[in-house]
């Protein structure tokens, strides 16, 4: 009975990853292996099948060559079992020479990671927004040049750009020293663009705002999470809250939604065997069956 019909697209964002060489928890104490084999774990046991999984940067936490490999071993398998794609976004702390031989199966060059690819009628756009030998982002002048000419050609059901520093505000202390500089350049080729979502990654929380008129999504990291509501003047990364995004591309919308990461018990529902049961009925019907209130219990 949706009034919007079926997605025409379904992609997976996640962010922030962070492995290290030799399996070694981050920080001594986050397993990075563990949360991320759970979220693609949930992903396939939900029977939602993606065409793609985006991951929006720091894919490996020092950008060592084990990291990067080790990753790609559990992200592969369950890419091809889902049948999906995989678009690898440079971050902060990735190296673009590993990155490209580890990752993207190319030449050890240390330019700028950018790719597009298209999903049927709907474009992918990977930016970098990495600045070697530091944390902050910034968009060269050439891959604006290069961005403008890709979107002069407008795609079918429009384009979604993925990056790493979102061009978003943060109110988490030190945060916006390592946003996105020069904002506005960006906002010059996108604004009046077919760029239909922005998806970004970088400050460990999930959150969303606009930007040149196009939504941004923000994926919270898969390794550990940064505390919005820490005491005052405090920055606080916490060992909970990990999650990822669902995508789902409408004609006219997209709708992001966040799931979070791990095994919790069920406190309400329904079966599989209600859910088809009220399926069967005819559509007047399943608004009686499912959404008339039952009325009170006599006293």
Known sequence: MSQYG???HTIVHISDTHFLAGEK????TVDTDATLTQALRQLENSGIRPEALVFT???????????YRRIRS?????????GARVLWVM???DDRARMRVDLLDEAPLGDPVVTSIRLGGLRLIALDTSVPGYHHGELSAEQLAWLRAELADPAPEGTIVALHHPPIPTTIPLMP???LQRQNELADV?????VRAILGGHLHYSTTSMFAGVQVSVAAATCYTMDVAAVRGRLAGVGGGQSFSIVHVYDDRIVHSIVPIGDFPVVSGFDNEFVDRVYALPEAEQREAFSRQSPPAAT
Request: glycine residues 14%; hydrophobic residues 40%.
């Open 6 to 8: 079926e997605p025409l």
């Open 25 to 28: 928890p981050l920080y001594g």
């Open 57 to 67: 940067g720091d894919i490996a936490d020092l950008g060592e060559e084990d990291a």
């Open 74 to 82: 559990i992200v592969d398998p369950a890419a091809e079992r889902l």
């Open 91 to 93: 971050g902060n702390h």
């Open 177 to 179: 020293i390592l946003e």
């Open 190 to 194: 996108i604004a009046g663009s077919d």
